[in-house]
């Protein structure tokens, strides 16, 4: 399983990523990629940023998200999978921006995530995603993250920033998770050591 610090790269990150080759990746946003320089060892994928947006309370910027996308193309390093943009908690309108945001993304011949979103089931996910983003809300994801597990092969969950659930994800056999805690969150200098203990055991 690959984790995915969201939009933080620093010394650490390439340290552990060095040391655990395929473990440790990037997920990438559009509001990073001014400062954010590739790297061929540490993996990554391309978020849409709409999950801050919505917790900002401010609105998602489709040209910042297209701005991605050419950034991305012009790196030389294709990310894993691009997450099509999407509405947090919200079904229909997240089905309403793949049909309108996947073709674009799919241009570019990379894997497209679609982000599950409350009240969806896996009759909701496209036939042409390549992997399936659990999103939407805190406790709706995380009673929903083993049907998702037992039914698709390629899934990912966000907001995971904790050890319990790191390993919860690794039990179900997901792919990747990201999560913005283990280096931000000033109230735990604990989470670096817990991470890489975590990793030490998958050596």
């Known amino acids: 399983m690959i984790i995915m610090p969201a939009n933080h ?6 340290y552990l990523a060095g040391r655990h080759p395929g473990k440790l990746g990037w997920l990438v946003g559009p509001s990073a990629t001014s400062k954010t320089k590739l790297r061929s060892w540490v993996p990554y994928a391309l978020d ?5 947006a919505w917790t900002k309370g401010t609105s998602w910027s489709a040209p910042a998200w297209r701005q991605m996308l050419l950034w991305a193309s012009d790196s030389g390093q294709e990310p894993r999978w691009c997450l099509v943009p999407d509405v947090v908690g919200n079904r229909e309108e997240t089905l309403q921006r793949w049909k309108q945001y996947s073709p674009e993304a799919r241009a570019f011949g990379w894997p497209l995530a679609f982000a599950v979103q409350d009240g969806m ?41 904790s050890i319990e659930k790191l390993r ?11 999560g913005t805690g283990w280096f931000r969150d000033e109230s735990r200098l604990d989470k670096v050591a817990a991470l890489v203990a975590w990793l030490e055991e998958g050596r």
């Not at 790269?9 to 390439?14: A, F, N, T």
């Not at 849409?48 to 801050?52: E, K, L, V, Y």
């Not at 939407?136 to 990912?156: C, E, L, N, Q």
């Open 168 to 178: 919860v994800c690794d039990r179900l056999g997901v792919e990747s998770v990201d």
């Open 9 to 14: 790269s620093s010394p650490v990150i390439h």
């Open 48 to 52: 849409n940023d709409a999950f801050s």
């Open 121 to 161: 089931t896996s009759r909701d996910v496209p036939q042409d995603a390549e992997v399936v983003f659990v999103g939407g809300t805190t406790d709706w994801k995380w009673a929903t993250v083993p049907m998702w597990a037992a039914i698709f092969s390629r899934v990912h969950v966000g907001r995971v920033n």
